[in-house]
């Protein structure tokens, strides 16, 4: 017998304890499509400018209905508690957690992936790289790249309110996410120069 049976866990609360939050909730799913129990709802929203619509259980989260049901898997889940920033999209332009968010609770909301960031451009097929991608890019703001779609948003939307932010307020804008890499130090330059790039690009126009 093993020393956790012996604390009083039985095996199947073993087993539950050695699964991811993940593969639970894939085991859940799992069996609930194939009961067929759950009720499911249409949901439609408009995501990067196209409205979607597609079915899912009132209790789906907003990140996994984007990832599984729309197919948008540039929303990163990490901590699935509201604490890494990994998810974050805008939400009528608004930062929001998206495993934080039930999928219903978004219905005929503007919602911002990392997939909708570039500029679209005359729709010929070239897109350009938001200022916030460009300067991540010139500043190496990413290593593994896992926490980025996180900060892009949650700066872009940042940026929109404050154009001209100090190296301080650049480290306060990104306090809400976490990077496991800590590459905070070239995130914080990434935000200078998006910010610098805004401009550029302002003045361009
Ligand atoms: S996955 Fe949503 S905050 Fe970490
Ligand atoms: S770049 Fe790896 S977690 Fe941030």
């Not at 010139?138 to 949650?154: A, N, W």
């Amino acid at each position: 017998m093993s020393e956790m049976t012996q604390i009083g866990m039985t095996q199947s609360e073993m087993t539950q304890s050695e699964m991811t939050q993940s593969e639970i909730r894939q085991r859940d799913s799992t069996q609930t499509d194939s009961t067929q129990t759950e009720p499911l709802l249409e949901i439609a929203m408009r995501v990067n400018g196209v409205v979607n619509t597609a079915r899912a259980p009132a209790r789906r989260l907003l990140s996994d209905f984007l990832r599984h049901e729309l197919r948008l898997t540039g929303t990163h889940v990490g901590c699935e508690h509201g604490v890494c920033g990994a998810c974050t999209v805008l939400v009528d332009g608004t930062p929001m957690r998206s495993c934080l968010m039930f999928a219903v609770t978004a219905q005929d909301h503007e919602i911002t992936t990392v997939e909708g960031l570039a500029d679209s451009g005359d729709g010929a097929g070239e897109s350009t790289m938001s200022p916030v991608q460009q300067a991540f890019i010139e500043c190496h703001g990413l290593q593994c790249g896992f926490c980025t779609p996180g900060f892009l948003t949650t700066i872009t939307a940042y940026l929109q309110e404050n154009p001209e932010p100090t190296e301080t307020d650049a480290r306060e804008a990104i306090s809400g996410n976490l990077c496991r890499c800590t590459g905070y130090q070239n995130i914080v330059k990434s935000v200078l120069r998006a910010a610098e790039l805004t401009r550029e690009r302002g003045a361009g126009e």
